[in-house]
């Protein structure tokens, strides 16, 4: 899963970053909020962590600019901040849960992953957008009652478009959650793609998979 982190302490920064990743998270770290709107728009993100207390522009008209340009994931706020006026100020901006500092990592942790699975619909584990249905527990595929034949790496592209709709894709965002290893290939991954969208066209009519030229992929329906 890809995290956007977001915090100007060099050393809390780069701790953090390296607890996140020990959990398998893979961190897209940044000091200030204009290299933070830079990965966003780069990288497809499950979640993100903001601190407040930002240089520029600080963290709640962050999180404003991010929700308004369609950022949907959820974000956990990190503020030094002890009046609730901040803590209020920070959710009514479009955050949906906060931490405060200090804090132990598995605080944080366990916040993280309460958003993350909220987000995710593990409660509920299913993902459908019109006639196109994810069974995320048994990894299975349906357009209307036609369950679809995919293949391991087929599936993890749909369901990481369908998690994403209405987003821009990278092509490298996609790969990085195809391939553990640096053995990652464009080429490979198009190919991949014109063999899942000709599996759904078949199923269902036309792919609701579009091209965004120089940009990546777009899902096109809306998933509940």
């Given at each position: 899963m890809n995290v956007l982190l977001v915090e100007d302490d060099d050393l809390q920064r780069h701790h953090l970053g390296y607890q996140l990743e020990s959990l398998e998270f893979r961190v897209y770290a940044a000091p200030?909020?204009?290299?933070?709107l830079f990965?966003?728009?780069?990288y497809a993100f499950?979640?993100?962590i903001i601190d407040l207390g930002l240089p520029g522009m600080d963290g709640i008209d962050l999180?404003?600019?991010l929700r308004q340009r369609g950022r949907t994931y959820p974000i956990l706020i990190l503020t030094a901040r002890g009046k609730w006026e901040d803590k209020v100020n920070g959710l009514e901006a479009g955050g949906d849960d906060y931490v405060v500092k200090p804090f132990q990592f598995e605080e944080l942790k366990a916040r993280l992953n309460a958003l993350i699975s909220r987000a995710s619909g593990f409660s509920h584990p299913k993902i459908s957008a019109g006639p196109y249905r994810l069974d995320l527990s048994a990894k299975k595929a349906w357009v209307g009652d036609t369950e679809l034949v995919l293949t391991a790496y087929e599936y993890k592209i749909l369901e990481y478009l369908m998690r994403h709709d209405q987003q821009v894709v990278s092509k490298t965002s996609l790969m990085e959650q195809l391939y553990a290893d640096d053995d990652r290939d464009s080429n490979v991954l198009e190919v991949l793609v014109g063999r899942l969208r000709r599996k759904l066209s078949q199923a269902g009519g036309e792919s609701p998979i579009d091209t965004i030229r120089g940009q990546g992929y777009l899902f096109t329906l809306s998933c509940s």
């Open positions: 200030e909020a204009r290299e933070a990965f966003s728009d780069e499950d979640v993100a999180i404003k600019t």
